[in-house]
């Protein structure tokens, strides 16, 4: 059987761009055991509620949901243990630091098989204020009012 190549992603948390501002984004592996990507090539997990800390520098991704592995036997997996991620000591080092100093979370934004191997997008962010999200609501409709606009222009409509 040949090896996947590309990005074919699992899951989004599509709510994270919404709520956070994404300050910068990395790539980190995961730790998982085979009823768990089982379980992921079926396409069963969520990252709705689903967090980053760093203990004792580590990475550990909590609250993901993986379903159970439905032929999975006492050999199954527990659908949200805790999950350590994995990357490179630098980029650990990096983020306690931003995280200290600000109030900064990390928040996975995807969940994606590349080249065979499980990834998982996590995004440095910072949470958006209400009025935030209101004035980014409102730029996005505007936005779509002007490309309307356009395009009736161009069609010779307006």
Do not use: C
């Not at 004792?56 to 036997?73: P, Q, T």
């Not at 999950?83 to 306690?96: F, Q, S, T």
């Amino acid at each position: 059987m040949p090896k996947e190549k590309g990005r074919n992603v699992i899951a989004s948390n599509r709510k994270a761009r919404h709520n956070y501002a994404i300050l910068d984004v990395y790539e980190a592996g995961i730790v998982l055991v085979g009823t768990e990507v089982k379980s992921l090539r079926a396409g069963k997990a969520s990252l709705v509620d689903a967090f980053a800390t760093i203990d004792d520098g580590e990475v550990w991704l909590h609250a993901l949901h993986i379903a159970e592995y439905g032929n999975g036997s006492w050999t199954n997996h527990s659908v949200r243990r805790k999950r350590k991620l994995l990357m490179h000591r630098r980029e650990i080092d990096n983020l306690v630091g931003k995280i200290r100093d600000g109030n900064l979370t990390l928040v996975p934004l995807s969940m994606y098989f590349h080249d065979g191997k499980v990834k998982v997008e996590l995004a440095l962010a910072r949470g958006k204020q209400a009025h935030d999200k209101r004035q980014d609501i409102a730029k996005r409709t505007a936005q779509r009012e002007v490309e309307r606009e356009v395009g009736r222009r161009v069609k010779g409509m307006g």
